[in-house]
């Protein structure tokens, strides 16, 4: 299943019951799927079904005289989960068929929300990460995955105002108070400490590279 949502990008879905996941082991594809799949913006393997596995690590039969689904051991397995997992694909596990379904639904409806920033919300900076992701997601090339990796990269918003702060307050209906707002939510900390380190002579009144 494929799909493209903004601002994500392109979200795959492929579904495996456990038969299948070994046998496409064997046969080769797996890894073709894997390799399609890492060049999506969101891709998940959904797997279908479990494995029983005794104490020793080896896969039990599911039913009494029957023969177990793979010969591999749990270790093993696990090993090719975190294979499948470091080429930026999501595994998700599921009992059954209705599971699967419920869990195509869920990602749909969370690819199609307007943001995904829960995690970014951090308590006592009063949006200020938020603000900051938004900014950057309005420009040209930049999702929300890499928009956080650049606020978490700089510890903030890379950009700094080309304006004082004072000649921001002297737009109508701004006023000083709201221009020291606007002033902290886009410039932030690490752009009033490289306006320093530059030289811009950033004053504890005005915005980074306010002259004197």
């Given at each position: 299943m494929?799909?493209?949502?903004?601002?994500?990008?392109?979200?795959?879905l492929?579904?495996?019951?456990v038969?299948?996941?070994?046998?496409?082991?064997?046969?080769?594809?797996?890894?073709r799927?894997?390799?399609?799949m890492?060049a999506?913006d969101?891709?998940?393997?959904?797997?279908?079904?479990?494995?029983?596995?005794s104490a020793?690590g080896?896969a039990?039969?599911d039913?009494?005289?029957?023969?177990?689904?793979?010969?591999?051991?749990?270790?093993?397995?696990?090993?090719?989960?975190?294979?499948?997992?470091?080429?930026?694909i999501?595994?998700?596990?599921?009992?059954?068929?209705?599971?699967?379904v419920a869990?195509?639904l869920?990602?749909?409806?969370w690819?199609?929300k307007?943001t995904?920033?829960?995690?970014?919300?951090?308590?006592g900076?009063?949006?200020?990460d938020?603000?900051?992701?938004?900014?950057l997601?309005?420009?040209?090339?930049?999702?929300p995955?890499?928009?956080?990796?650049?606020?978490?990269?700089?510890?903030?918003?890379?950009?700094?105002?080309?304006?004082?702060?004072?000649?921001?307050?002297?737009?109508?209906?701004?006023g000083?108070?709201?221009?020291r707002r606007?002033?902290?939510s886009?410039a932030?900390?690490?752009?009033?400490?490289?306006?320093?380190?530059?030289?811009?002579?950033?004053?504890?009144a005005?915005?980074?590279g306010?002259?004197a």
């Amino acid at each position: 299943m494929l799909f493209d949502v903004r601002p994500l990008g392109r979200v795959g879905l492929q579904r495996k019951t456990v038969p299948d996941l070994f046998a496409s082991i064997r046969d080769g594809r797996l890894t073709r799927s894997v390799s399609a799949m890492s060049a999506l913006d969101v891709a998940v393997l959904v797997i279908e079904g479990e494995v029983r596995w005794s104490a020793a690590g080896v896969a039990e039969p599911d039913v009494p005289d029957g023969r177990p689904v793979t010969s591999w051991h749990r270790d093993a397995y696990r090993s090719l989960l975190w294979s499948v997992r470091a080429r930026g694909i999501w595994v998700e596990a599921v009992p059954d068929v209705d599971s699967t379904v419920a869990t195509v639904l869920s990602l749909h409806r969370w690819a199609n929300k307007a943001t995904h920033d829960a995690l970014d919300r951090r308590p006592g900076r009063r949006g200020a990460d938020t603000a900051a992701l938004h900014v950057l997601q309005g420009l040209a090339g930049i999702g929300p995955r890499l928009a956080g990796r650049i606020v978490e990269h700089f510890h903030g918003l890379p950009i700094a105002w080309t304006v004082t702060e004072r000649e921001l307050a002297a737009v109508r209906g701004i006023g000083p108070v709201r221009a020291r707002r606007l002033s902290e939510s886009l410039a932030g900390q690490h752009c009033r400490l490289a306006g320093d380190e530059r030289g811009g002579g950033a004053s504890s009144a005005g915005l980074p590279g306010e002259r004197a």
